[in-house]
């Protein structure tokens, strides 16, 4: 049984850095092709691609983004880290971790956390 | 970026209706497209991968087509848990970007 569990800070000030942790079971990150993927939704607004990471350690970011955003893995505790740098009330929103299964060009988001509420406020 | 515009973003339908939704990308991305469902207050769910291909225990009333930039998500009989907001979503690219979602109400 695949779960995804994104972990954080509630509530953050603006110009701070968030560190977001997903932990996950059921799939193994070393095993290709799995991936593990960052998604946020503001309140009321779409869902918004953050970054992504594979079995091989390639990561990929939101070009919009990509300055302020950071993903590794830790295949040894089951956990992708996301940070997000210079942080904005703008950020406030709703982040999701998900598991995307498939190859460059095949990539599907199967599976989603329940998602984290961040806060940015002062 | 690719973008990807969905149409409309909202609509009204009746239960038993045939709804359709329509996701047009910026640049030509073969059949790269997947299609996800959202109720409020829970996470998104994978609905359609590969422009048709059914997520498993999805029901067979939900259909996708569609290839090059215009795409099409379909259900053939709303039911009373359709109602929900709908995404598309483009993985031609490594970076991966979403529609601005499809709002489907009780009309």
């Known amino acids: 049984q695949v779960t995804l569990r994104e972990s954080g800070p509630a509530l953050v000030k603006p110009t701070q850095t968030l560190t977001l942790t997903c932990t996950f079971s059921g799939f193994s990150l070393t095993t290709s092709p799995m991936c593990v993927s960052w998604v946020r939704q503001p309140p009321g607004k779409a869902l918004e691609w953050l970054a992504l990471?594979?079995?091989?350690?390639?990561?990929y970011y939101s070009t919009s983004l990509k300055t302020r955003l950071t993903i590794s893995k830790d295949t040894s505790k089951n956990q992708v880290v996301l940070t997000m740098s210079d942080l904005d009330p703008m950020d406030t929103a709703t982040y999701y971790c998900?598991?995307?299964?498939?190859?460059?060009?095949?990539?599907?988001?199967?599976?989603w956390g329940q998602g984290l509420l961040v806060t940015v406020s002062s | 970026d690719i973008q990807m515009t969905q149409s409309p973003s909202s609509l009204s339908a009746s239960v038993g209706d045939r709804v359709t939704i329509t996701c047009r990308a910026s640049e030509a991305i073969s059949t790269h497209v997947n299609w996800y469902q959202q109720k409020p207050g829970q996470a998104p769910k994978l609905l359609i991968y590969?422009?048709?291909n059914l997520q498993t225990g999805v029901p067979s009333r939900f259909s996708g087509s569609g290839s090059g930039t215009d795409f099409t998500l379909s259900i053939s009989s709303l039911q009373p848990e359709d109602f929900a907001t709908y995404y598309c979503q483009q993985c031609y690219s490594t970076l991966l970007t979403f529609g601005g979602g499809t709002k489907v109400e009780i009309k």
């Open positions: 990471i594979d079995w091989d350690d390639d990561k």
């Open positions: 998900t598991r995307i299964q498939g190859y460059r060009s095949y990539r599907f988001l199967d599976y």
């Open positions: 590969g422009e048709s």
